[in-house]
C-alpha cells in the first residue's frame, strides 16, 4: 500500500543511547518532515527537507539530527538519548510546496527514553 | 512560542449535537488553514482546508469558518457521531511557501461524542 511508513513502531532506550528512526514513503514526495507529539503541545517540527540532500531545521531541532540521501527516505538520529526525548515521532511527506494535497503521516514511532 | 492557539483542549458533544473547535493566530503571512483528525494510535489525516479569499468552506458535515480581520479560524462539525470521536489539529502555512513549506500545528483538541 502506498504511504508513509515508519520503523519501529516503538523503542525504549536507556539515556545516553543512541538510534535511528527511518521514514519511508513510496509517493515520489518531494518533502518530508518530522515532527513529535506530546500531550497538551500538539505537533511541533524537528527537521525537515524540501529535496533529496537537503535539510533544514524546524522548532525543536536540538539533541537531533536528520538525512536525506535517498529521495523516499527521511532519517532521525538521536544521538545521546535523553528523557526529554521521550515522545511519539511523527514523519510525514507532500508532494508539492502549494499544499494541495496535505500532508500524509505514517502511523508513528513511540519512544520512550528510560 | 506558540503561534496558533487551539481551543479547547478537549470537547464532549452529544451526539447530533454541533462540535466547533477553535484556533487563532498571529503571524499575518499565514494564509493557508487545514485541519487535520488523528484517530488514537494513527498519524493525523487532512480533513479540511481553507485559504483566506474565501470567510467559509464546507466539505459535507464539516466546516470551516475563517475572520481574517480577528485571525481566527473555526471548525464546525454538525450532526457529530460517535464515529467523529478524535482528537482534531488546526495548523496554518504561509502559501505559498517560498522556501518556507512547513505548517505550524495548535495543540490538539481531543473530541468525544457521547450517545
Known amino acids: 500500500n502506498a504511504g508513509v511508513t515508519q520503523t519501529p513502531k516503538f523503542r525504549v532506550l536507556k539515556t545516553g543511547q543512541s538510534m535511528t528512526l527511518l521514514c519511508a514513503q513510496d509517493?515520489?514526495?518531494?518533502?518530508m518532515y518530522w515532527y513529535r507529539q506530546d500531550p497538551g503541545m500538539g505537533l511541533r517540527l524537528i527537521h525537515y527537507?524540501?529535496?533529496?540532500?537537503?535539510?533544514a531545521k524546524g522548532e525543536v531541532p536540538d539533541g537531533y539530527n536528520v538525512s536525506r540521501l535517498k529521495k523516499q527516505n527521511f532519517l532521525l538520529g538521536l544521538e545521546s538519548a535523553a528523557p526529554s526525548q521521550t515522545s511519539v515521532y511523527f514523519c510525514?511527506?507532500?508532494?508539492?510546496?502549494?499544499?494541495?494535497?496535505?500532508?500524509?503521516f505514517g502511523s508513528g514511532t513511540r519512544l520512550t527514553v528510560v | 512560542q506558540q503561534q496558533v492557539k487551539q481551543s479547547p483542549q478537549s470537547l464532549i458533544v452529544q451526539k447530533g449535537g454541533i462540535s466547533i473547535i477553535n484556533c487563532a493566530y498571529e503571524?499575518?503571512?499565514?494564509?493557508?488553514f487545514p485541519w487535520y483528525q488523528q484517530f488514537p494510535g494513527k498519524g493525523p489525516a487532512l480533513l479540511i482546508a481553507?485559504?483566506?479569499?474565501?470567510s467559509e468552506k464546507k466539505e459535507g458535515r464539516f466546516t470551516i469558518s475563517f475572520n481574517k480581520s480577528a485571525k481566527q479560524f473555526s471548525l464546525h462539525i454538525m450532526d457529530s457521531q460517535p464515529g467523529d470521536s478524535a482528537t482534531y489539529f488546526c495548523?496554518?502555512?504561509?502559501?505559498?511557501?517560498?522556501?518556507?513549506?512547513?505548517?505550524?500545528f495548535g495543540t490538539g483538541t481531543r473530541l468525544t461524542i457521547i450517545p
Open positions: 503571524n499575518t503571512a499565514f494564509d493557508y
Open positions: 495548523a496554518a502555512s504561509i502559501f505559498p511557501n517560498f522556501g518556507n513549506e512547513k505548517l505550524t
Open positions: 510525514a511527506s507532500t508532494p508539492d510546496r502549494l499544499g494541495n494535497y496535505g500532508y500524509t
Open positions: 509517493m515520489n514526495h518531494e518533502y
Open positions: 481553507i485559504r483566506p479569499d474565501v
Open positions: 527537507s524540501v529535496g533529496e540532500g537537503t535539510t
